[in-house]
């Protein structure tokens, strides 16, 4: 125990450099976008010139991007994540919104871990059978297809032709508001999953100490059960450890094409007025989240195999 507590530490210790370079690089793209941002606020209508300058001083547009991201990172350090142009506040408006960013990433991670390990290791059991040539040809074509293309087709088939599931929005609640903007999230890391399971059981299976279990007349299932997929998951569970975050993260288009009212269209909103505060403070918290997944993976990894030992 004492172990992983110091490596959970030294883990720890790396997310400094890439809390930094993160805020760092992000503030810097927000502040090389072009235009006035505050020219957003008066389209079709003259603006008051003195509460122009008061937003100017508010949120630091006159000074060199260094003094504004020194004053930002001063603010995060004092619990506060600054406001949008309007006032609202940046915390507010995540503990608003990430609920149901976090509802749609859990719903997409569900079928993407139930389906793409599912069908991965019955297409392994089956290699070279229909159902097998079946699932690599279809996750090819999952990964082929753009997710915005994807997005208006089962928007359009499932939600207006069909009418099974909610077009857009979150009126109906879960799960039926959430099921469909999921599965199409969830499409693209399902085919990476099915073929990664699929690789890595097969060698699993291919290995010496298997064929030691079969010559010892181990039944199939506790071969299965207790060394091919115990020793074959973690890859997979590399995969969706990090793809879980990067679910989170990676849900603009969706949400836009659902209008889900998560982090992924309160970000793309941020991006068009150029709010960089916002988007800093939002893309911050979730890299926060994406850096505490992949320490929770690593710290499995000694579950799933007790050959690793965290030195």
């Known amino acids: 125990m004492a172990i992983v507590g110091r490596y959970a530490a030294r883990r720890g210790l790396q997310f400094v450099p890439v809390f930094f370079g993160t805020t760092f690089l992000v503030y810097f793209l927000m502040f090389a976008l072009p235009g006035d941002p505050l020219a957003n606020l008066s389209v079709g209508k003259q603006a008051n010139p003195a509460y122009l300058a008061y ?37 507010e408006i995540f503990v608003e919104r990430f609920p149901v960013t976090l509802k749609l990433a859990l719903t997409a991670f569900v079928f993407e871990a139930l389906l793409g390990v599912g069908i991965g290791v019955w297409a392994a059991l089956r290699k070279g059978r229909f159902i097998d040539n079946l699932s690599l040809a279809g996750s090819l074509i999952l990964i082929s297809i753009p997710v915005f293309v994807l997005g208006y087709v089962a928007q359009w088939l499932f939600g207006v032709k069909l009418g099974w599931f909610p077009v ?89 094409i659902f209008n889900v009212p998560g982090i992924g269209q309160q970000l793309y909103s941020s991006i068009r ?29 000694g579950v799933l195999d007790p050959r690793i030992r965290y030195e």
């Open 55 to 91: 937003l100017q001083e508010q949120f630091n547009l006159d000074d060199p991007f260094f003094v504004q991201y020194l004053k930002y990172l001063g603010g995060i350090f004092t619990g506060d994540l600054g406001q949008t142009f309007r006032g609202q506040s940046v915390a």
């Open 168 to 256: 857009a929005g979150i009126s109906a609640g879960w799960p039926m508001a959430y099921i469909l903007p999921a599965i199409v999230l969830a499409a693209l890391s399902l085919a990476y999953v099915l073929r990664l399971t699929r690789q890595s059981l097969l060698e699993t299976l291919n290995s010496d100490f298997i064929r030691t279990a079969r010559a010892k007349g181990l039944p199939p299932w506790t071969i299965l059960r207790k060394y091919g997929l115990r020793n074959s998951l973690i890859p997979v569970v590399t995969f969706l450890g990090a793809d879980l975050a990067a679910l989170m993260g990676g849900a603009v288009v969706i949400e836009g």
């Open 273 to 301: 007025l150029g709010e960089a505060v916002v988007v800093v403070g939002l893309v911050t918290a979730l890299v926060i989240i994406y850096l505490l997944v992949n320490l929770l993976v690593d710290l499995l990894y």
